[in-house]
């Protein structure tokens, strides 16, 4: 793209910079706006790039180019069409990074299926949840993962899974779900084997195939992914192809990527980061996808880059520390790589320039987004100042409208800070059956972030704090009063607030101060046992106060800073 490999003083002349003081920036108009779907982005991929490397399993020591995963492709779509599966159904897929992961992202988009995003880290209360919400017909589950066992987990949500035909659920729990396809060689009764999904269609469907992607409008939804406020239960924000298939080409276009890159993939598919911005970013560019395993391991994940020879890394913070820490032990050859992102959480300088010392990632670059925003609104480019890379999130992405507001709804002047709204092509279509809350977040058009922002003269974009509550543990987005309702069914606890506090390790750790009701005999290790194992890892409570009444206002809200503040004094922080 060759608007991208222009010098820093060409492009201050062009769109991304505030113009009459104000906080109101608009990107630049080239490259165009694609109009295509996912199976047309695939298609183009396979057509230019067919013999190159699209996929690489180090661990496995499989590699298939784009014509050989395109022919895998087909054969799983052809066997969901096989399961009476069409446009418009919600397929869930719950696993962690697995080719399976990747091959139902593009077999669903194949005919106009709605992929549903689901954290492998869920729990029955949170899956239950999920499924419902969106009334998934069909989920892909991975058989386990560490301790998740998804299998005996949607066993456990629909027991009538013993007693049924493969296809044909009638579930109390989950009403809307009728097929179970598992990533087991012996997924027991009323369970689809993959392998055999994958063999199941024929001549038949296999013809149907490319009609039906034809019928395909770019504007059609095509993915849901759960996000949240502090408020309400989880959301499914609903994306279309044209949302993330130019997202997608536009994060790859900013690290300047070809066909002859390489990505190594160790953040989570069921991300935007994972799903959009790696696997779809490099299809659009015709570059290799590399996944290092199902979950992240720095060891295995610098045996993938040396092994591949990538030259492109994504991560949060957090990876790329560990990454640093077994990179200094030595016997991994880094030397091809140059570029990468790193989201998810705010970087320290230093360990930027680790990155760019130790890992010669010269051209490594920062980025902001959110899930309703497809993701990414904001990137560095890969020539910035690395001061700039460090401190702010970049500049607007082409063809997106930003501006920094106050609580009327006015533009601030520029440096000053206020919510940070999105306009454009990346904007969500909304919240799968919920138009009151999308009429809340996206408002003529701006979606409305929740985020405090700063934009300087450049046009370069600073995230200065949250409007909404939300904690970032790791690069996970926790959502307190999803907590909240969680440890309120605790027959013992009559209030609980939820709330994030300073780490070292991983940016934030959840806290949360409980009032138990009168008489229970209650201490902090109950109430963190009663979250493991039933809501993720990650939002367990690391550190619980038991206490007889909350900080108020003289209103009755309670004073979540309060309860921050008295932990950090308290030496709870690890900062």
């Not at 296809?167 to 396809?181: A, D, Q, Y």
């Not at 996970?476 to 609980?496: G, K, M, Q, S, T």
Request: charged share 25%.
């Amino acid at each position: 793209m060759s608007t991208l490999t222009q010098s820093p003083a060409a492009r201050l002349a062009e769109p991304g910079a505030p113009r009459d003081g104000l906080s109101h920036v608009t990107g630049e108009r080239a490259p165009p706006l694609g109009y295509e779907t996912i199976p047309q982005a695939l298609a183009e991929a396979v057509s230019r790039h067919g013999a190159r490397r699209a996929v690489v399993l180090p661990q496995e020591g499989r590699t298939l180019t784009y014509e050989e995963f395109d022919r895998q492709v087909d054969a799983l779509a052809a066997g969901l069409l096989a399961l009476g599966l069409g446009k418009g159904d919600r397929v869930g897929i719950w696993s962690p990074n697995r080719l399976e992961w990747v091959l139902t992202q593009f077999a669903t988009a194949r005919f106009g299926a709605i992929l549903v995003n689901i954290n492998p880290a869920y729990r029955p209360f949170e899956l239950e949840y999920a499924l419902n919400a969106v009334g998934c017909r069909a989920v892909v589950a991975a058989e386990a993962f560490k301790s998740s066992r998804y299998i005996d987990m949607l066993r456990e949500l629909a027991p009538e899974l013993e007693h049924c035909e493969p296809g044909r659920l009638e579930s109390s729990k989950l009403p809307h779900l009728e097929t179970v396809i598992a990533m087991s060689d012996e997924p027991g009764p009323g369970i689809f084997r993959f392998d055999d999904v994958v063999r199941l269609g024929g001549p038949e469907q296999l013809a149907r195939l490319d009609a039906l992607s034809e019928g395909l409008s770019p504007d059609d939804p095509i993915n849901i992914q759960f996000t949240s406020g502090t408020t309400g239960s989880p959301k499914g924000a609903t994306l279309t192809h044209h949302n993330i298939v130019n997202n997608a080409r536009f994060v790859t276009g900013r690290i300047r990527f070809t066909k002859r890159d390489a990505l190594c993939i160790p953040v989570p598919l069921y991300h935007c980061f994972g799903m959009v911005m790696g696997v779809l970013g490099c299809v659009t560019q015709g570059a290799a996808m590399v996944f290092p395993g199902e979950g992240f391991d720095a060891a295995e994940t610098l045996h993938a880059v040396s092994e591949a020879r990538c030259t492109a890394l994504y991560g949060v913070p957090t990876m790329f520390v560990a990454m640093l820490e077994e990179a200094a032990r030595g016997g991994y050859d880094l030397s091809s790589l140059r570029t990468g992102v790193m989201a998810g959480a705010s970087c320290p300088i230093e360990v930027m320039q680790r990155v760019i010392d130790e890992m010669n990632m010269d051209e490594v670059t920062i980025c902001y987004g959110m899930t309703e925003t497809s993701p990414v609104s904001f990137q560095s480019f890969v020539d910035d100042p690395i001061d700039k890379r460090v401190t702010t999130v970049g500049r607007v992405h082409p063809h997106l409208e930003v501006k920094i507001v106050d609580a009327e709804g006015k533009t601030v002047p520029v440096g000053e800070s206020g919510e940070l709204c999105t306009r454009g092509y990346s904007v969500m279509r909304g919240y799968w059956g919920d138009e009151e809350r999308t009429g809340e977040s996206i408002v003529d058009g701006w979606m409305h972030s929740g985020d405090l922002a700063t934009l300087d003269e450049e046009g370069f974009c600073c995230i200065v704090g949250r409007v909404k509550d939300m904690i970032i543990r790791g690069g996970e987005n926790v959502y307190p009063r999803e907590i909240e309702d969680y440890l309120f069914r605790h027959p013992e606890i009559r209030e609980a607030q939820v709330f994030g506090i300073p780490d070292r390790r991983f940016g934030e750790q959840v806290c949360a101060w409980v009032v138990p009701h009168e008489g229970a005999a209650l201490a902090p290790e109950d109430v963190v046992e009663f979250c493991r194992g039933q809501i993720a890892h990650f939002k367990v409570p690391k550190h619980v106060r038991i206490v007889e009444e909350l900080p108020m206002t003289v209103t009755g809200k309670p004073q979540k800073f309060v309860m921050r503040d008295w932990m950090v004094e308290n030496g709870y922080a690890d900062a």
